[in-house]
């Protein structure tokens, strides 16, 4: 089967950056997004990147998009307390549903 | 603006009894409407997806059955639950034409004791 690969856990500082990693399964996929997750509540698409582009910045994220390597990345710029969150990045399967990552959980310390 | 309803935001039945979780959409017409279920380790597992009234797909052979009665109403059942039922359950929604993302909504979170 297809899997979406995430690094389980990040600990990071306020005011550091946070990158979140993800690995895709497959090169034709048009779009890859990020999902943001709060304690008890249901997912919040963060952003969304179309394959032909290499990054897309929106105020403090910034998606990477490396298709060679079929590999994503989010980075958080001045990380906060509410950024505390599991990351899902998802990719679309050849119906159009969408194949989530494992989720990547983000604690961010005074 | 589009918005989606989940409810009842929390449940503890036992084991054995039935189910029914309901979801709605407003402010679009003719979503693609989604099932998926949060086990404790995190990750999302489709249960099921519909592209119209009446249009359900399953993905996963599983003690649990859903229904779309009207165009923005999504509703999971269960005749007999068991105790790997638990879970959180997330209802979603997409657009035909759109990009592909999906919205969800705020989640049941439902023990089986």
């Known amino acids: 089967g297809e899997d979406v690969e995430q690094s389980l856990f990040l600990s990071v500082r306020e005011g550091d950056s946070s990158v979140i990693n993800c690995t895709y399964t497959?090169?034709?996929?048009?779009?890859l997004y990020w999902y943001k997750q709060e304690p008890g509540a249901g997912l919040q698409l963060l952003t969304y990147i179309f394959s032909n582009m290499d990054m897309k910045q929106d105020q403090r994220l910034t998606v990477l998009l490396n298709k060679k390597d079929k590999h994503l990345s989010l980075r958080i710029a001045d990380t906060q307390t509410g950024d505390s969150a599991i990351y899902f990045c998802?990719?679309?399967?050849?119906?159009?549903?969408?194949?989530f990552g494992a989720g990547t959980q983000v604690v961010v310390t005074p | 603006s589009q918005t989606i309803h989940q409810w009842p935001a929390t449940l503890v039945q036992p084991v054995g009894s039935p189910l029914s979780l309901e979801c709605t959409v407003e402010g679009t017409s003719n979503p693609n409407l989604y099932w998926y279920r949060q086990a404790a380790g995190r990750g999302l597992q489709l249960l099921f997806y519909?592209?119209?009234?009446?249009?359900i797909s399953s993905e996963v052979p599983q003690n649990l059955s859903a229904s779309r009665p009207q165009d923005r109403q999504f509703i999971l059942s269960s005749k007999k639950l068991l105790l790997s039922d638990s879970g959180f359950y997330l209802c979603a929604w997409s657009e035909v034409s759109g990009v592909g993302e999906q919205y969800f909504g705020p989640g049941t979170r439902l023990t089986v004791t």
């Open positions: 998802a990719e679309p399967d050849s119906w159009g549903k969408l194949q």
């Open positions: 519909s592209v119209g009234i009446g249009q």
């Open positions: 497959d090169s034709s996929s048009t779009y």
